[in-house]
């Protein structure tokens, strides 16, 4: 058969078309005109019944004038109306002018085709006529749409009871919630099962909400969200949870199948829509009540859990990271409440192993280091409780160690000879220290000239990490695959007397003394008003104890490197340094801040403007204490206001010229008083170190957030941080 041939249509065919579309018109302006003087009289049924009574004769009626409109490119016919007629009441030739081989292609398919469909519009005008004078044609699709409704209901109901119920039983009890349709059934049962639910509008902040909650407390935290580009805004905290090792779980709802890639709205493809950056991803089912389902909502509950948890649950230091579940869901998506039977496991979820150091192994580690110049490098992770950072202090002394301590390892709320503070500056001088050994806990710290420096000594590396090196220096010599604290205790119960190097330790110890004094200097420069140290310090050494200090990235944890220095005050310091972004910052504080009465955040001006929206959660934090789900924390936001990106002038693109002020500075001029009266938080100024001593004091145990605003210059930052490095 050729292609493109014309096909002109038989003036029968034309005219039945004409008679049906005539009498098609004149049937709904009738029952229209019915449904009219039904809605009159208060019978709102009236219109099922107007077409339930066209007659079985009508019907038929109307099928004689169905019309075959054949496709070009296929032999195939479609129908243009419910009902077809028989092969006798076809045409003899409706196409008159196709070549003869054509024609009768063409025509014994319309044939076979029209039989077919003429048995089954019989079979159905029986039925039909069998109804006519009864209302069960109309009453019928609307029983079976109830009862299919209400067996979605059920069903979404039972499998997310057994899975959230699993999830109480692995420990989970913290949801962050962003509202949405397709995900009513999570957020509906996360309540119903937990009622105490965060709320954020903002899916990107309530992930970073949910980040900084999981870090605060160790455990799992859940986000959920609806589908589309919420669930693409959760990718900058799973990009940070990842690197972070924070065990997040992200309950996406989607669409189901039927509805994917035909333009459904707020529909995109989900499935493994983080890639590689989540530990795990299930595509779940459909929701049905039968027990198998119900077994693998629980025991993918699970799954998700121990994933997410990783190795050593509540550990820093050890393998969690994100774990992302999407749930399709049909309508209706309001779930049927619990019947409270889910038959969870009395059992605990996980059993973890121990993870010592046989014997042999301890000893072969310990030669490396004795007798030799060892220090050991402690970045975020190394502590993850007291009772880890007094086994790394019982090694360093036993040892002869010195802890070079980040500010994030947990050390530096020690005042111990062996905790080296000011390394970043010992390291900043002409000859510091030399060493042999360098055992590394966590990942590298904060300090970029410390790895410089570690990295051109050459060193034999031991790298002390549950899951890998993190080695951005591509030095690693040994890798020993568990927890500081697990290490500092095999270390120490060797039975083999001898120490690494003494005049090592006596060095750094001497040097870190000298350089604390000229750190501590910092509040009797003349200048102090001007400098971000001088705040820092001072705020260091108000802050109450017990209390979190969250940091920014950027200045705000370099600051801190330098100017906080160790004393015997224990507070938890936390930041965001998996991938040291500015993004989320203000929400992942605010989320930390859920474990502690008392929380400050210290931050630049640019990181409080990228997520200066977390401020809406000032009414979430008043609507729980309202609803009795707990008290509202009180949280001090300070901020560093250089206007603009001050880190830049310590940088290599430092520069007199246009392109540095224009690309790199970038000065904003927000007024941070207007911003907060907008969010309902309270705000002072504070342009002196004295007067920002007095002004924080006073805000700590305020509920809710405050913020104080610091001006310091943006300029010649280098020049103000040069005697302490």
């Given at each position: 058969m050729?292609?493109n041939?014309?096909q002109?249509?038989?003036?029968r065919?034309l005219?039945?078309?004409e008679?049906?579309?005539?009498r098609?018109?004149?049937?709904?302006?009738?029952?229209?005109?019915?449904?009219?003087?039904?809605?009159?009289a208060?019978?709102?049924?009236?219109?099922r019944t107007?077409?339930?009574s066209?007659s079985?004769?009508?019907r038929?009626?109307?099928?004689?004038?169905?019309v075959?409109l054949?496709?070009v490119?296929?032999?195939e016919?479609r129908k243009?109306?419910r009902?077809a007629p028989s092969a006798?009441e076809?045409?003899?030739?409706?196409?008159?002018?196709?070549?003869?081989?054509?024609?009768s292609?063409?025509h014994?398919a319309?044939v076979?085709?029209a039989?077919?469909l003429?048995?089954?519009?019989k079979?159905?005008?029986?039925?039909e006529g069998?109804?006519?004078?009864?209302?069960y044609?109309?009453v019928r699709?609307?029983?079976?749409k109830?009862?299919?409704?209400?067996?979605?209901?059920?069903s979404?109901?039972?499998?997310?009871?057994?899975?959230?119920s699993?999830?109480?039983?692995?420990?989970v009890?913290?949801?962050?919630?962003s509202p949405?349709?397709r995900?009513?059934p999570?957020?509906?049962k996360?309540?119903?099962?937990?009622g105490d639910?965060?709320?954020?509008?903002d899916?990107r902040?309530?992930?970073?909400?949910?980040?900084g909650?999981?870090?605060a407390?160790?455990?799992?935290?859940?986000?959920?969200?609806?589908s589309g580009?919420a669930?693409?805004n959760?990718?900058?905290a799973?990009?940070?949870?990842?690197s972070?090792?924070?065990?997040l779980?992200?309950?996406?709802?989607?669409?189901?199948a039927?509805?994917q890639q035909?333009?459904?709205p707020?529909t995109?493809?989900?499935?493994?829509?983080?890639?590689?950056?989540?530990?795990?991803?299930?595509?779940?089912?459909l929701?049905?009540?039968?027990?198998p389902?119900?077994?693998?909502?629980?025991?993918?509950a699970?799954d998700a859990?121990?994933?997410?948890?990783g190795?050593?649950p509540?550990?820093?230091?050890?393998?969690?990271?994100p774990?992302h579940l999407n749930?399709?869901?049909d309508?209706?998506l309001?779930?049927?409440?619990?019947?409270g039977?889910t038959h969870a496991?009395?059992?605990p979820?996980?059993v973890?192993?121990?993870?010592?150091?046989?014997?042999?192994d301890a000893?072969g580690?310990f030669?490396?280091m004795?007798?030799?110049?060892?220090i050991a490098?402690?970045?975020?992770?190394s502590?993850?409780?007291?009772?880890d950072a007094?086994?790394l202090l019982?090694f360093?002394?036993k040892?002869?160690?010195?802890l070079l301590?980040?500010?994030?390892?947990g050390?530096?709320c020690?005042?111990?000879p062996?905790?080296i503070?000011?390394y970043d500056?010992?390291?900043?001088?002409?000859e510091p220290?030399?060493?042999d050994?360098v055992?590394?806990?966590?990942r590298w710290p904060?300090?970029?000239?410390c790895?410089?420096?570690?990295?051109?000594m050459?060193p034999?590396?031991?790298?002390v990490?549950?899951?890998d090196?993190?080695?951005?220096?591509?030095s690693?010599?040994?890798?020993?695959?568990?927890?500081?604290?697990v290490?500092?205790q095999a270390?120490c119960?060797v039975?083999t007397?001898?120490?690494a190097?003494?005049a090592?330790?006596?060095?750094?110890r001497?040097r870190?003394?000298a350089?604390?004094q000229?750190?501590g200097?910092?509040?009797?420069?003349?200048?102090m008003d001007g400098f971000?140290?001088?705040?820092?310090?001072?705020?260091?050494?108000?802050i109450?104890e017990?209390?979190?200090?969250?940091?920014?990235n950027?200045?705000s944890?370099?600051a801190l490197d330098?100017?906080?220095?160790?004393r015997?005050k224990t507070?938890?310091?936390l930041?965001?340094?998996?991938l040291?972004?500015?993004d989320g910052t203000v929400s992942s504080?605010?989320g930390?801040?859920?474990?502690?009465?008392?929380?400050?955040?210290?931050i630049?001006?640019?990181?409080?403007l990228?997520?200066?929206n977390?401020?809406?959660?000032?009414n979430?934090?008043r609507m729980?204490?309202m609803?009795?789900?707990?008290p509202?924390p009180s949280?001090?936001?300070v901020?560093?206001n250089?206007?603009?990106?001050g880190?830049?002038?310590?940088?290599p693109?430092k520069s007199?010229e246009?392109?540095?002020e224009r690309?790199?500075?970038?000065?904003?001029?927000v007024?941070?008083?207007?911003m907060?009266?907008?969010?309902?938080?309270?705000y002072?100024?504070?342009?002196?170190?004295h007067?920002f001593?007095?002004?924080?004091?006073?805000?700590?145990?305020?509920?809710?957030?405050s913020i104080?605003?610091?001006p310091?210059?943006?300029?010649g930052l280098?020049?103000r941080y040069?005697p302490?490095?």
């Amino acid at each position: 058969m050729t292609d493109n041939v014309t096909q002109p249509i038989d003036r029968r065919i034309l005219a039945a078309a004409e008679r049906a579309i005539a009498r098609e018109k004149a049937r709904k302006a009738a029952e229209a005109e019915a449904v009219s003087q039904a809605a009159q009289a208060g019978d709102a049924p009236a219109s099922r019944t107007v077409k339930a009574s066209r007659s079985a004769a009508e019907r038929r009626e109307a099928g004689r004038d169905t019309v075959y409109l054949r496709d070009v490119a296929s032999s195939e016919p479609r129908k243009s109306s419910r009902f077809a007629p028989s092969a006798s009441e076809l045409p003899s030739n409706p196409h008159p002018n196709l070549p003869s081989d054509v024609e009768s292609s063409a025509h014994d398919a319309a044939v076979q085709s029209a039989d077919s469909l003429h048995r089954q519009s019989k079979a159905e005008t029986q039925m039909e006529g069998a109804f006519e004078d009864s209302d069960y044609e109309a009453v019928r699709p609307s029983a079976q749409k109830e009862a299919g409704t209400a067996g979605t209901a059920f069903s979404t109901g039972a499998f997310l009871d057994a899975f959230f119920s699993e999830l109480d039983r692995c420990g989970v009890r913290d949801y962050v919630v962003s509202p949405g349709s397709r995900s009513t059934p999570l957020a509906m049962k996360a309540f119903e099962h937990f009622g105490d639910v965060y709320v954020d509008i903002d899916e990107r902040g309530a992930a970073f909400f949910a980040l900084g909650l999981a870090k605060a407390t160790g455990n799992p935290v859940a986000v959920i969200c609806t589908s589309g580009t919420a669930v693409g805004n959760w990718m900058p905290a799973v990009l940070e949870a990842e690197s972070s090792r924070v065990p997040l779980l992200l309950l996406s709802g989607d669409r189901p199948a039927r509805l994917q890639q035909v333009g459904a709205p707020q529909t995109c493809d989900q499935l493994n829509i983080f890639g590689t950056h989540v530990k795990k991803f299930v595509q779940m089912p459909l929701p049905t009540a039968d027990a198998p389902s119900l077994a693998y909502a629980r025991q993918m509950a699970l799954d998700a859990c121990i994933v997410a948890h990783g190795a050593l649950p509540g550990a820093a230091s050890c393998d969690a990271g994100p774990v992302h579940l999407n749930f399709p869901f049909d309508e209706p998506l309001k779930p049927a409440p619990s019947t409270g039977d889910t038959h969870a496991c009395p059992l605990p979820p996980t059993v973890v192993p121990g993870q010592g150091i046989v014997p042999r192994d301890a000893m072969g580690l310990f030669k490396v280091m004795k007798g030799k110049r060892t220090i050991a490098l402690c970045g975020e992770g190394s502590c993850n409780s007291e009772y880890d950072a007094h086994l790394l202090l019982e090694f360093a002394r036993k040892r002869n160690v010195p802890l070079l301590a980040d500010p994030l390892s947990g050390l530096r709320c020690y005042d111990d000879p062996m905790v080296i503070d000011n390394y970043d500056t010992v390291f900043g001088e002409e000859e510091p220290p030399i060493a042999d050994v360098v055992v590394r806990f966590g990942r590298w710290p904060v300090s970029k000239r410390c790895c410089q420096t570690v990295a051109a000594m050459a060193p034999v590396q031991i790298v002390v990490d549950m899951r890998d090196t993190r080695d951005l220096a591509t030095s690693t010599s040994l890798f020993v695959r568990t927890s500081p604290a697990v290490f500092a205790q095999a270390m120490c119960d060797v039975h083999t007397p001898g120490t690494a190097d003494p005049a090592c330790a006596q060095e750094w110890r001497a040097r870190n003394d000298a350089a604390a004094q000229r750190i501590g200097s910092v509040v009797l420069r003349p200048d102090m008003d001007g400098f971000e140290g001088a705040y820092v310090e001072q705020l260091v050494d108000v802050i109450p104890e017990n209390s979190l200090l969250f940091s920014a990235n950027s200045m705000s944890i370099r600051a801190l490197d330098t100017f906080y220095c160790k004393r015997d005050k224990t507070f938890t310091l936390l930041c965001n340094r998996g991938l040291n972004g500015i993004d989320g910052t203000v929400s992942s504080a605010l989320g930390a801040a859920q474990s502690f009465d008392q929380t400050t955040l210290l931050i630049g001006d640019l990181a409080m403007l990228h997520d200066v929206n977390a401020l809406a959660l000032q009414n979430e934090l008043r609507m729980r204490e309202m609803r009795g789900d707990g008290p509202m924390p009180s949280i001090v936001i300070v901020v560093l206001n250089n206007n603009g990106g001050g880190i830049f002038d310590m940088l290599p693109q430092k520069s007199t010229e246009d392109y540095f002020e224009r690309l790199f500075l970038t000065p904003q001029d927000v007024d941070f008083k207007h911003m907060a009266a907008a969010f309902g938080v309270g705000y002072r100024t504070a342009s002196t170190v004295h007067g920002f001593r007095r002004i924080y004091s006073s805000m700590l145990g305020e509920p809710g957030i405050s913020i104080i605003d610091v001006p310091v210059p943006l300029a010649g930052l280098s020049e103000r941080y040069e005697p302490y490095q």
